[in-house]
């Protein structure tokens, strides 16, 4: 009887542990892995006080987006010092856990 106890407390304890390594696995790629998109667009507004740039962007099959004209924040206010309305852009879109996007880079091609 005692080592039938035994075995039931080691198969209950085992059995919470796969549950508690299955669910940290299965949480794990989207807590730690950020992705970055490249993507191509064309300067509509700046907004250097707000750290904000309106941008026409083409699609962006990665994140089943299509082509828009939408308001980005940029993690690096600087990068809008020198973008003027009507710049051919390209910058690298991030998108944060909760799913806010974010550029990380944006610079001007010419
Ligand atoms: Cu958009």
């Given at each position: 009887m005692k080592r039938f106890l035994i075995m039931t407390l080691a198969?209950?304890?085992?059995?919470?542990?796969?549950?508690?390594?299955?669910a940290n696995d299965a949480h794990h790629p989207k807590a730690d892995v950020q992705k970055s998109y490249a993507v191509k667009g064309e300067v509509v507004v700046v907004d250097k006080a707000a750290g904000k740039v309106k941008l026409k962007h083409e699609a962006i099959p990665e994140l089943d987006w299509p082509a828009m004209t939408m308001f980005f924040s940029v993690a690096?206010?600087?990068?809008?010092?020198?973008?003027?309305?009507?710049?051919q852009v390209e910058f690298q879109l991030m998108k944060s856990n909760e799913g806010v996007p974010l550029i990380t880079k944006i610079k001007a091609v010419r």
């Open positions: 198969c209950i304890t085992f059995g919470a542990s796969a549950i508690l390594v299955y690096d206010k600087s990068q809008l010092e020198s973008l003027g309305v009507g710049d």
